[in-house]
C-alpha cells in the first residue's frame, strides 16, 4: 500500500507463516482483528513457480505458507506470533497432525529486521516457558519469492461452509 502525500494512515505490514496445511492457518489468522487480508502460498524453495501438485510431490522444497497483510495499529506482529505458537506443534519435524513432509514445517519468514528479532525472541520464549515437552524446532529465514496458490486453495474453509 502506498502512503498518499498528506495521508496520516500508517501503511499495512506483512507477515508470513507455514504451520502445517495452509488452509487451517489461513483460517485462525483471518479470525484475528487488525489482520487485513490473508492469502495462501508457496515460499522458500528452489523451484520456479511451483503449483499445488508441485510442493505435493516433495521436489521443490517449498513450504504453504499464510502471506498476512495487517496494521500494526491494530495488532502487533508479536501478537501475530503468539497466534502462530498457538495454531500447531511447532516440536514435529517436517509434519503436522496426518500431515507430513516438508512443505508443512513450522517456519517463520520475516519481511524486516525487526520481525526476526521479535520472531527469534518469541522462540526463545515459548522454548524455555515449559509449554512443550521437546525442543521447537521452527525454522525463522527471511522472506523469498511468494508464489500465489490456486484460487481453490485461497480461504478454503470459508468457501467449504457455503457449500
Known amino acids: 500500500m502506498e502512503l498518499k502525500i498528506g495521508s496520516t494512515e500508517a501503511p499495512m505490514e506483512k507477515a508470513t507463516f507455514g504451520a502445517g496445511c495452509f488452509w487451517g492457518v489461513e483460517a485462525a489468522f483471518r479470525k ?3 489482520v487485513v487480508s490473508t492469502s495462501v502460498g508457496y515460499m522458500g524453495g528452489h523451484f520456479p513457480n511451483p503449483c ?3 510442493v505435493l510431490s516433495r521436489i521443490t522444497g517449498h513450504a504453504e505458507v499464510v502471506q498476512i497483510e ?3 495499529q491494530l495488532v502487533s506482529y508479536e501478537d501475530l506470533l503468539a497466534v502462530f505458537w498457538d495454531i500447531h506443534d511447532p516440536t514435529t519435524l ?3 497432525g496426518p ?3 516438508e512443505q508443512y514445517r513450522s517456519v517463520i519468514f520475516f ?3 525487526q520481525q526476526a528479532e521479535a520472531a527469534q525472541q518469541s522462540k526463545a520464549k ?3 516457558s515449559g509449554r512443550f515437552e521437546l525442543d521447537i524446532v521452527t525454522e525463522i529465514k ?3 519469492e511468494y508464489y500465489l496458490a490456486t484460487e481453490e486453495h485461497q480461504q478454503y474453509f470459508e468457501k467449504q461452509a457455503k457449500r
Open 70 to 72: 495487517y496494521d500494526p
Open 142 to 144: 527471511h522472506k523469498s
Open 52 to 54: 499445488y501438485l508441485d
Open 111 to 113: 519481511h524486516n529486521e
Open 94 to 96: 517436517n509434519r503436522q
Open 32 to 34: 484475528v482483528k487488525g
Open 126 to 128: 515459548v522454548q524455555v
Open 99 to 101: 500431515d507430513k513432509g
